[in-house]
């Protein structure tokens, strides 16, 4: 009785560490104050609806879905083909490459952005957009190697082999055979490589410049000048969409299964 006691209570803890944070921001989100405050001084919507009123907000967010959207779709393009060669042959250094596919995991970002700002961006002048665009596909192609991985090790490879000796190329089969059986993978590599990149924060803050900021960073600068609970409404509303697609991801396709 005292051990299952003990349990409750320690999962009640661990229930108010995770949620407590995400409720405080959701209070003070529907405060009808001036001022970012909790508890709440009342309630109102209305810095929601202004959330859709500033015009940083919209620009910044507007940039930061073309980032989560082609960086995802680049990092996939480049990391379909590494996982399917990591996973069906024997690669000549395989274990290097490997290392080197997973370095923006390893590395902190705060370290990866200094980088890419020191030895790419201010030696060869590139544009703070095309730097951005950079930094993002590179933070997201080791989650497409991982995930697609992942999906190829549980497709048969005697499946391939079995429509080689049946006349179709390798090429073709590719991409009638080991593509659609790993569709899924693919997808659930294209969601969690789209919420990494929307809410990155350390590298971005390293590259972003005057006029072209991703939303977390957006959010950043506007507290700086503005207390208002517009910012509790916007962190809520992201926290909502985040939370939105996981939970379909793992609906629909058993998101778990490739993390």
């Known amino acids: ?22 409720v405080i921001i959701v209070a003070a989100a529907l405060s009808g104050g001036e001022t970012l405050a909790f508890p709440p001084q009342g309630l109102s919507l209305k810095w929601v609806m202004k959330v859709f009123e500033v015009e940083s907000f919209r620009a910044s967010f507007a940039l930061s879905m073309f980032l989560a ?37 390893i590395v902190p970002g705060i370290i990866v952005g200094l980088a890419l700002l020191r030895y790419l961006v201010i030696p060869l ?18 989650y497409a190697v991982r995930v697609v991985s992942a999906s190829l090790d549980n497709l048969r490879s005697d499946i391939e082999e079995a429509a080689v000796i049946l006349g179709s190329s390798r090429v073709a089969t590719f991409f009638r055979i080991v593509l659609p059986n790993i569709q899924s993978g693919i997808l659930a ?69 490739y993390v």
């Open 1 to 22: 009785m005292t051990s299952r006691l003990l349990s409750y209570v320690t999962l009640t803890l661990v229930l108010i560490f995770l949620l407590g944070p995400f």
């Open 69 to 105: 959207i082609f960086g995802t779709l680049a990092a996939l393009v480049l990391g379909v083909p590494v996982a399917y060669a990591a996973s069906r042959y024997r690669l000549p250094f395989g274990e290097t490459i490997r290392t080197i596919v997973s370095a923006p995991i």
């Open 125 to 142: 002048d590139v544009s703070v957009g095309v730097a951005l665009f950079i930094a993002h596909t590179a933070l997201i192609l080791p």
């Open 189 to 257: 590599a294209f969601i969690l490589g789209f919420v990494t990149s929307f809410n990155q924060v350390p590298v971005s803050l390293f590259l972003s410049g005057p006029g072209v900021r991703t939303l977390p960073i957006d959010m950043i600068w506007y507290m700086e000048i503005t207390y208002d609970p517009s910012v509790a409404a916007l962190a809520a509303l992201l926290a909502f969409l985040s939370i939105s697609i996981v939970f379909l991801a793992e609906r629909f396709l058993g998101f778990s299964r």
